[in-house]
């Protein structure tokens, strides 16, 4: 019966590793692979993400099954980074409407969600485009359909008049998808007073909102990044929020993340809950834990988060530079808008590149990006950003 499966595109990025590993030449340079890099083009595991595996190896008294909600300690320890700690609003439970659980990535928890949003009864979900491409994989094969609309405007900002109309056109039985912060793969994300007008409009439709946290900390600081979630939370009754730790923890093989649930009051969770368990049985059994128990182990101890906080403050600093530099660099390369980059946020950019440009960057300076135009703004640095530069210039002229 195999013999009639047929063989399946391979995945672009994939072929762009490839190519830029065979690559000789020494000057050479990705932007393709979305990992976040240092100024040496390395991708470290966090010194805090060590201490804590340490600390791990030396308290872990046993790897016994967890169950399909995975390490709670780790679930909520997360909580008051993402959701707040403030008790006028109820601190990170909001009273304790929100409960959550582990998932392999932040990938299982967008995959999770969407399963239980349609055991819910949802049919559509609404979705700004472009996006995560495995954001509609997810769907087809979950035979969600899609209904997409333009995420962002050709200057380079968030498309509110889209996002808006998507809301209020909406019917019972939708569910909007919506990134929290750090947009992938266009780094622009909403302005709070946008957030502001998401919320109001979400709170007056029939909508489920779900929110892919995928970046956190990664934009402005952690307090920052989290004013949608926390603004839409605000106003909702009920809202999925699907999160990972793979960039802003360095998880990425591990694969780190957790989806949380808001219901309309505590005494709601438990049937909400015992679905997600259900769901994840099915898919899953339950999650790795190593990761997470990692993460939890720096979270717990004071002088760990501290140098978590640290080395995260020191990768978003540094992508601010790249980011700065770029846009400086505007009126040296017309038409590509490269000024609006300094307002995104993020790892990535999408850059308005013909094929026949991007093909030139990478056959005549080694410069290598995904088809889309989209650039990992990580993959550069003071060493390598003049050679972007010129090179942008060269083929855009």
Known sequence: MLDRLTAQAPDALLA????????????????????YRTNEGATP??????????????????????????????????????????????????????????????TGAVRLAAAVAKAAGVTRIHMGTPSWPNHAQILSDLDLELVGFGHATPEGAANIKA????????????????????????????????????AAALADSPVLAIL???????????????????RVLGALDEALV??????????????????????????????????????????????????????RMVLEDEGRTQMWLDELEDMRS??????????AADNE??????????????????????????????DDHAIYMAGSGRINIAGLHAGNTDKFIAALKAVAA
């Open 16 to 35: 762009l590793i490839k190519m830029y590993a065979a690559d000789d030449r020494a000057d050479k340079i990705d932007l393709g692979v979305g990992v």
């Open 45 to 106: 595991v966090f010194k805090a993400i060590k201490a804590g595996e340490q600390a791990l190896i030396d308290e872990q008294q046993s790897k016994s099954y967890l169950g399909p909600e995975g390490d709670l300690g780790f679930v909520h320890a997360l909580m008051p980074y993402i959701f707040g700690s403030d008790p006028a609003t109820g601190g990170p439970t909001m009273d304790g409407r929100i409960e959550g659980m582990q998932t392999p990535g932040g």
């Open 163 to 198: 996002v808006l109309s998507a809301i209020r056109d909406a019917r019972d039985g939708d569910a909007v998808l919506l990134h929290g912060c750090c947009h992938n793969p266009t780094g622009v994300d909403y302005t709070h007073e946008e957030w502001d007008q998401i």
């Open 212 to 230: 892919d946290v995928a970046y956190h900390g990664l934009g402005h600081g952690l307090e920052e990044d989290a004013y949608g979630v926390r």
């Open 242 to 295: 699907a999160y990972s730790c793979d960039k802003n923890f360095g998880m990425y093989r591990d694969r780190v993340g957790a989806l949380y649930v808001l219901a309309k009051d505590a005494g709601a969770l438990d049937p909400i809950l015992s679905n997600l368990n259900a769901l994840a049985r099915a898919s899953w059994s339950m999650p790795p834990d190593h990761g997470g128990a990692a993460v």
């Open 318 to 327: 540094r992508m601010r530079r790249v980011r700065e530099r770029l846009a």
């Open 333 to 362: 390369v017309p038409g590509l808008n490269l000024a609006a980059l300094a307002d995104q946020n993020g790892l990535f950019a999408m850059l308005p590149l013909s094929k026949e440009q991007i093909a030139a960057l990478r």
